[in-house]
Each structure stands twice: as C-alpha cells, then as structure tokens.
C-alpha cells in the first residue's frame, strides 16, 4: 500500500489500519535496537536532572502550554 492509497483511505480506516501495526509489532519477538542519538539526548537529560539544572513542569502546564 502506498502512501498515496492510505491518505486516500477515510481517517476511521487509517486509525484501524494504525492500530493493527501497532498490534502486529507489539507482538514481535524481534529486538530493535535504539539509534545511539537517542542514548545521548538520555545521557543529557539524565545529566541534567541530576545537575539541577532541568526546569521540570506538570503534566497540565505542559498542555497549557500548547493552546
């Protein structure tokens, strides 16, 4: 299937064709191994949080946020 054909699909059919690859993956036994970038951007949020230095807000001043 194209990415033509999928835009082309009503979004009820592309949420049900979305949730049945996540379904299809969450039941793969393969390991798929994290980029090293995204091992880096932990490292350096891990580091600043144990630094003191991370401004740290709520889950809802988050979402006030993005009005």
Same mark, same amino acid.
């Given at each position: &299937? ?5 835009? $082309?699909? /009503?979004?009820?059919?592309?949420? &049900?064709? &979305?949730?049945?690859? !996540?379904? $299809? ?8 191994? $994290? /980029?090293? !970038? ?10 600043? *949080? ?8 709520? *889950?809802?001043? *988050? ?5």
């Amino acid at each position: &299937m194209t990415i033509t054909e999928i835009k $082309s699909l /009503p979004v009820s059919e592309r949420i &049900m064709l &979305m949730e049945e690859i !996540w379904d $299809s993956l969450c039941h793969e036994h393969e390991q798929i191994e $994290s /980029p090293l !970038w995204h091992q880096d951007i932990l490292s350096d949020r891990l580091e600043l *949080l144990n630094s003191k230095q991370a401004t740290l807000i709520s *889950l809802q001043e *988050l979402k006030n946020t993005n009005r």
